[in-house]
């Protein structure tokens, strides 16, 4: 049987910018399975539970993680000092019990789009990719000692949250960029966003960061430009890097990641290479010549 959208899923695309911002503002949106179940197992022991026990429990859900980013930073924004920049930090300034009061039950990602396999098909591989740039992420971090490891990890998980959000809310436009794609391999993904949304998903994640307060530190972090600052090119690095490994090592465009992200990290290319299958669970084997 042919799956049946929604009746508040999108169809048709909305155009502007600003029509999209308020859409995605205004919409509640679902979380992973495995995030939902833990977040009740969490409730049922409030009494034993803080904030680095919550922020490690939901560190690889992005959905999770930027709901949880977005009830912080609009709490008490006017008498706040500072952002909280991580899940750990945001629940430290909810407080462990309006934390559980704010966050109810969550819908989960697998219930909000069953019947529809392509497009769980797709936010599929926009997790899987987000959680391989965070791996790669905080590897990078932690090989430069940077202090801000656990926000340059963040930011890889969450460099995509748009499109996430694009399959959660309008699955039928998200398909609808795949097959341009598809038909036309040379597409750059900002054009073929651009023709069927008319925006491009980038520029729309800059802005709902803007509209949700969240915290700056993320509007530069997820910059899609070629960064010259070591964090931001971390984070472009990482993700790049999992974009072009996710089906396999035989990327056109690993040699130029694994030449940069050499740079980055003052390693050699086969150190570098080694580094990302370490880090990607998916060992390089060692050669009888393989130190530079």
Request: charged content about 25%.
């Amino acid at each position: 049987m042919d799956f049946q959208p929604r009746a508040e899923f999108l169809t048709k695309s909305l155009h502007r910018a600003d029509a999209w911002v308020d859409h995605f503002r205004r919409q509640e949106f679902p979380v992973l399975a495995s995030s939902a179940e833990a977040l009740e197992q969490l409730r049922a022991n409030e009494d034993d539970v803080d904030a680095h026990l919550i922020g490690q429990t939901f560190a690889n859900d992005p959905l999770m993680t930027l709901k949880v980013l977005i009830h912080a930073s609009n709490l008490n924004r006017e008498r706040r000092t500072a952002d909280a920049e991580t899940l750990t930090s945001a629940v430290v300034l909810m407080g462990i019990t309006p934390f559980f009061n704010l966050l109810g039950p969550q819908p989960t990602l697998e219930d909000w789009l069953a019947g529809d396999s392509e497009a769980l098909d797709g936010v599929d591989a926009v997790l899987g990719r987000a959680e391989r740039a965070s791996r790669f992420a905080l590897g990078f971090a932690a090989h430069r000692m940077d202090p801000d490891a656990d926000i340059l990890h963040q930011a890889a998980l969450l460099h995509d949250f748009a499109e996430l959000l694009l399959w959660c809310h309008a699955p039928a436009l998200a398909k609808t960029i795949r097959i341009h794609q598809k038909f036309d391999p040379g597409l750059r993904s900002k054009v073929a966003q651009q023709q069927v949304l008319g925006v491009d998903l980038m520029s729309l994640q800059k802005d709902l960061i803007r509209a949700w307060h969240l915290p700056a530190v993320f509007g530069h972090l997820l910059d899609e430009r070629d960064p010259q600052d070591p964090q931001d090119r971390c984070v472009y690095l990482a993700t790049r890097a999992a974009r072009h490994s996710m089906l396999g090592w035989d990327n056109a465009g690993l040699p130029d990641d694994l030449t940069d992200i050499g740079a980055l990290l003052n390693l050699g290319p086969i150190p570098t290479l080694r580094l990302l299958h370490d880090l990607a669970g998916d060992p390089l084997a060692r050669g009888p010549d393989t130190t530079m």
